[in-house]
């Protein structure tokens, strides 16, 4: 599971649950091994990979957010979701999210049709960095290295 920050203080996250295998999701749980920093308040809201909203039930509990999948069987939810949620935290940084605080689990059924237990897929770990945002920073870094480089050799200093 990926995640980003809707927002500047990160009081509003988006999750992007990608499970490897093709897989329908019925439940998520995510939850905060440090609730002073990051305490759920609510569900914001749950999408699929085509960007339509999602029915799900949330229970917000100590320290994290129960998501469960309010459609039948036949309208299991595919991957990626993105789910985003509310936190009461203030002021926090994207950096903040993968620090290992932030941990997921779910089950997730291999097709649509089936739902029974030989046919479940469970899944779970820590929040990870979304890719592009590691992209553009080593974009950005490498840029400001290559700047620096261009300075160094246009104005050489007195000891060259």
Same mark, same amino acid.
């Given at each position: 599971? !990926? #995640?980003?920050?809707?927002?500047?203080?990160?009081? @509003?996250?988006?999750?992007?649950?990608?499970?490897?295998?093709?897989?329908? *999701? =019925?439940?998520?749980?995510?939850?905060?091994?440090? !609730?002073?920093?990051?305490?759920? @308040?609510? %569900?914001?809201?749950?999408?699929?990979?085509?960007?339509?909203?999602?029915?799900?039930?949330? @229970?917000?509990?100590?320290?994290? $957010?129960? $998501?469960?999948?309010?459609?039948?069987?036949? =309208?299991?939810?595919?991957?990626?979701?993105?789910?985003?949620?509310?936190?009461?935290?203030?002021?926090?940084?994207?950096?903040? %999210?993968?620090?290992?605080?932030?941990?997921?689990?779910?089950?997730?059924? /291999?097709?649509?049709?089936?739902?029974?237990?030989?046919?479940? $897929?469970?899944?779970?770990? !820590? *929040? !990870?960095?979304?890719?592009?945002?590691?992209?553009?920073? /080593? @974009? /950005?870094?490498?840029?400001? #290295? /290559?700047?620096?480089?261009?300075?160094?050799?246009?104005?050489?200093?007195?000891?060259?």
């Amino acid at each position: 599971m !990926t #995640a980003f920050c809707v927002d500047v203080n990160c009081t @509003t996250v988006t999750f992007v649950l990608n499970i490897e295998t093709q897989a329908y *999701v =019925q439940s998520v749980d995510i939850f905060s091994l440090n !609730t002073g920093v990051w305490a759920f @308040t609510s %569900l914001v809201s749950v999408k699929d990979s085509n960007g339509n909203s999602r029915t799900w039930n949330s @229970t917000v509990g100590a320290g994290g $957010i129960k $998501i469960q999948l309010n459609e039948t069987s036949a =309208q299991l939810a595919s991957e990626p979701l993105f789910i985003t949620v509310a936190f009461a935290n203030q002021a926090q940084t994207a950096a903040g %999210l993968f620090n290992g605080d932030l941990v997921f689990s779910g089950l997730a059924y /291999g097709d649509s049709v089936s739902t029974l237990p030989s046919n479940q $897929i469970s899944f779970g770990g !820590t *929040v !990870t960095p979304e890719p592009i945002s590691i992209a553009l920073l /080593g @974009t /950005g870094l490498a840029g400001l #290295a /290559g700047v620096g480089a261009r300075r160094r050799k246009r104005f050489p200093t007195e000891s060259e």
